[in-house]
């Protein structure tokens, strides 16, 4: 069945540093998404990337969608305390397909 | 209502006993996916509804475990014969119009079994 594994599991930066999650899928996805999850706390949505090669920004947070539609990356740019939690990556294989999240990088940070 | 809704927040319960679990979506949200989380792991996806029917249910991982949702909105997860495996957080989540966009997740219900 469809697998997303996400490396690294666990990331401790210190505040300042850059910060990168790398995702990767065992089948073609229709779109990817990236979510957040604080300790404690539910997934919460951050972005959607669609096309082949897409990159989007969100201030500190730059986000890719491979060529070939099976990978993805989030980086963050000078890591801050509030940037703390696990980061997981999701996507159907097709619309209308079931949202299967990956494994997760849980980042924590060195104030 | 404004966010998805989930109750109870916390449950815990006897090996052998029936749990039923409740998600109500975002207003107008066609889509309906639960999702289970243990600790430090990823949601692992269980089952989701394309209005009243379930579309893919391919995660539920026994015919111990079965969801309903009859009336296109509120869905209820149900547990028969619990063990103490079934422990986790169960995360429900709604989308628009399931054609894989955008889910949104309710807190949580919190399952122990002792």
């Known amino acids: 069945g469809q697998q997303v594994m996400q490396i690294p599991q666990y990331q401790h930066v210190q505040e300042g540093e850059d910060f990168t999650t790398y995702c990767n899928s065992s089948t073609t996805l229709s779109n990817i998404q990236w979510y957040k999850q604080r300790p404690g706390g539910h997934p919460v949505f951050l972005i959607q990337?669609?096309?082949?090669?897409e990159v989007k920004k969100q201030k500190r947070l730059t986000f890719q969608f491979g060529e070939a539609k099976k990978n993805s990356s989030l980086h963050i740019t000078a890591t801050q305390t509030t940037d703390v939690g696990t980061y997981f990556c999701?996507?159907?294989?097709?619309?209308?397909?079931?949202?299967?999240f990956g494994s997760g990088t849980r980042l924590s940070i060195r104030p | 209502g404004a966010g998805v809704s989930q109750t109870p927040s916390n449950k815990v319960t006897e090996k052998g006993k029936y749990v039923e679990l409740r998600c109500d979506p975002i207003s107008g949200h066609t889509a309906l996916y639960w999702y289970r989380q243990s600790l430090g792991q990823g949601p692992e996806f269980l089952i989701y509804?394309?209005?009243?029917?379930?579309?893919?249910d391919s995660g539920l991982p026994n015919d111990r475990f079965f969801a309903v949702r009859p009336e296109g909105s509120v869905s209820t997860l149900k547990i028969q014969r619990t063990e103490r495996g079934d422990s986790a957080v169960y995360l429900c989540a709604s989308s628009r119009d399931g054609s894989g966009n955008t889910i949104y997740f309710g807190e949580g219900s919190w399952l122990t079994v002792v």
């Open positions: 999701a996507g159907p294989r097709s619309s209308a397909s079931k949202i299967i």
């Open positions: 990337l669609v096309k082949s090669g």
């Open positions: 509804f394309q209005g009243t029917g379930a579309a893919d």
